[in-house]
């Protein structure tokens, strides 16, 4: 049995809010602090994020915390906002209790996983990642959703999939933690390249290689970094990889849609406030990969079309033009 009988929540956008209710699900007490209180207080008195999750009816019981201070008390803290925001919020996180990485990307300024930000923050603290294939609008609809949470400590993780655990909501827990955040961070600028497939009309063939070319980089970036081809194949790898470059409800995968259409990056993010991180973890991906002397064409690629004004078609042709090779060399 858990003694985790309090969960705080620090992010009201889709995912933080998402995982407030699957934690009242489980039976837990759940305290939400977001940045904006009216966010908050429309979660906890009308149930309902209509910024974030528009037209979701939203469990009741959540309580809003105005202040990051009033989560001190809790058992366990899930950080869920953008991964480019961990560092900042998490030097104003109170307490001692563990803290539940909900973010999915790569620090852009020091290329590290989310876990090696929260070593260099709060040195000692207890941290877990938890990643997988999960849209919020499906998960707080009840849809039936498994995703992984890896810690050092095994104990730990069965805790915590015990705590979040409820009907339809599925934890499974791992040690490998920089699998489980780099499959996350990896896979959502892949499911840029899967949104371009589409927005360009390249096909269902070009939909499948990517995914399976994307995974093999995926998996020499994440084996040349310590961690285990299980993971990599698993829930938070491929598992996600593949939700996130076919499912319509991917924010990254809709950013690709239109870039392949022809809309440019700076005119698709005017005035958006839903995060989309293969944006800002393509660069810090790429970076990390560098220095281990690892291949990634496809997410160079991605980098090349966002950030170095590339040329969308000669990308694609580039990438077909890549010397011949065994396939698994
Ligand atoms: N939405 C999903 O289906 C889903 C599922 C699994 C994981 N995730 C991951 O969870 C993380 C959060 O995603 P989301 O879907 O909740 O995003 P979102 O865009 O819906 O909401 C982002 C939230 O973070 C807040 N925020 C943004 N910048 C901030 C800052 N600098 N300081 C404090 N708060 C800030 C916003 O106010 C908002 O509450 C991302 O890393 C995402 O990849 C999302
Ligand atoms: O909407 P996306 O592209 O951020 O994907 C959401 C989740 O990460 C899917 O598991």
């Not at 919020?89 to 996983?113: F, H, N, Q, S, Y």
């Not at 980089?217 to 961690?227: K, P, S, T, V, W």
């Amino acid at each position: 049995m858990t003694d985790i009988a309090h969960i705080g929540v620090v992010g009201g956008g889709a995912w933080g809010t998402a995982l407030a209710c699957l934690a009242r699900r489980a039976g837990r007490k759940v305290t939400l602090w977001s940045r904006d209180r009216s966010v908050s207080a429309a979660i906890a008195h009308d149930r309902r994020n209509e910024i974030y999750l528009p037209g979701q009816s939203l469990d009741a019981g959540i309580e809003a915390a105005a202040t990051l201070g009033e989560l001190a008390a809790c058992d366990v803290i899930l950080l869920v906002c953008p991964a480019q925001a961990v560092r900042a919020l998490a030097r104003d996180l109170p307490g001692a209790a563990p803290v539940v990485i909900c973010a999915k990307g790569i620090e852009a300024a020091t290329g590290l996983l989310m876990p090696e930000v929260l070593a260099e923050v709060l040195p000692g603290r207890a941290v877990a990642m938890l990643s997988g294939p999960s849209f919020a609008e499906e998960a707080v609809q009840g849809l039936p959703t498994a995703v992984s949470i890896a810690t050092g400590d095994a104990a730990r993780g069965r805790d915590l999939a015990a705590a979040l655990a409820a009907g339809m909501f599925r934890p499974y827990w791992t040690d490998d933690v920089v699998g489980v955040s780099l499959g996350g961070a990896v896979k959502n600028v892949l499911a840029i390249a899967a949104g371009i497939v589409e927005g360009r009309g390249l096909g269902h063939n070009a939909a499948a290689a990517l995914i399976t070319r994307g995974f093999a980089e995926m998996a020499r970036l994440g084996l040349a970094m310590g961690a285990n081809l299980e993971t990599l194949t698993g829930l938070s790898g491929l598992g996600d990889l593949v939700l996130t470059c076919h499912g319509p409800l991917s924010r990254n995968r809709a950013l690709g849609a239109a870039l392949g259409r022809g809309t440019t990056l700076a005119h698709y993010m005017e005035g958006r406030r839903q995060v989309v991180e293969g944006e800002a973890t393509a660069p810090a991906v790429l970076e990390r990969a560098a220095k281990l002397g690892i291949e990634m064409p496809i997410c160079t690629a991605v980098d090349a079309i966002l950030h170095r004004g590339a040329d969308l078609d000669e990308a694609i042709r580039a990438l077909l033009a890549r010397p011949l090779r065994r396939e698994g060399e």
